[in-house]
Nanobody, 114 residues
Framework: VQLQASGGGLVQPGGSLRLSCSAS????????MGWYRQAPGNQRELVAT???????NYADSVKGRFTVSRDDAKNTIDLQMNSLKPEDTAVYYC?????????WGQGTQVTVSS
């Protein structure tokens, strides 16, 4: 399985960005896809996950601002990020997990700064 993330960039506080991740290869259709992020000096942390049964899980810090969605026909997962804050600055990684085995994308940088 390979994951390719895109959509990062530089945005001003209060702005929006949309990240997209495309999965290729063979994997079980019952899975969890999601996004994590890692800021300099910090551990990688959960941003949002979305199961194949459409159950979502968001970090408290992004609830109400970020929305995760997936398109299983296209094997993609997106993260719509609104009302961005400087503390959202990080490298964002998409992930696909099946029965505890996880694959990771290469990461895309999101910088929120004026």
């Amino acid at each position: 399985v390979q994951l390719q993330a895109s959509g990062g960039g530089l945005v001003q506080p209060g702005g929006s960005l949309r990240l997209s991740c495309s999965a290729s290869g063979s994997y079980f259709r019952f899975n969890i896809m999601g996004w994590y992020r890692q800021a300099p000096g910090n551990q990688r942390e959960l941003v949002a996950t979305l199961t194949s049964g459409l159950t979502t899980n968001y970090a408290d810090s992004v609830k109400g601002r970020f929305t995760v969605s997936r398109d299983d026909a296209k094997n993609t997962i997106d993260l719509q990020m609104n009302s961005l804050k400087p503390e959202d600055t990080a490298v964002y990684y998409c992930t696909l997990c099946v029965a505890g085995n996880c694959w990771w994308g290469q990461g895309t940088q999101v910088t929120v700064s004026s």
